[in-house]
């Protein structure tokens, strides 16, 4: 069962699945886009959300951008030199926000 971002899930139902010796509490799920086929889901792995709780996950940033970089650095000679970062790039308040840490 493939569960993409975004996808409505449905709760059909409760119950138990018994296997081998153990009897496990499932939920019966059924996903937007895989129509003829509810699965079976363990109840410890669904968590019920309101729209408020969910409010803070819901982000306007987008995935960041982390990596090396080099850029060229004025020193106090007046000379370039060639340094190297690395950048991270994180949400902050609502936006992106791009951090460096010189490595050499």
Not at 3 to 31: F, K
Not at 33 to 62: F, H, M, Q, W
Request: glycine share 10%; aromatic share 4%.
């Amino acid at each position: 069962m493939g569960v993409g971002h975004g996808d409505h899930i449905d709760i059909l139902s409760e119950g138990s699945v018994t296997i081998d010796s153990g009897t496990y509490p499932v939920v019966q799920v059924q996903v937007e886009n895989n129509a003829p086929n509810p699965a079976y889901v363990l109840k410890r792995n669904v968590e019920p959300l309101t729209a408020d709780e969910l409010k803070p996950a819901i982000s306007s940033c987008g995935p960041g951008i982390d990596g090396e970089v080099d850029r060229w650095i004025v020193s106090k000679d007046g000379t370039l030199k060639l340094k190297r970062f690395m950048v991270t790039s994180k949400c902050v308040n609502g936006q992106m926000r791009s951090f460096s840490k010189p490595l050499n």
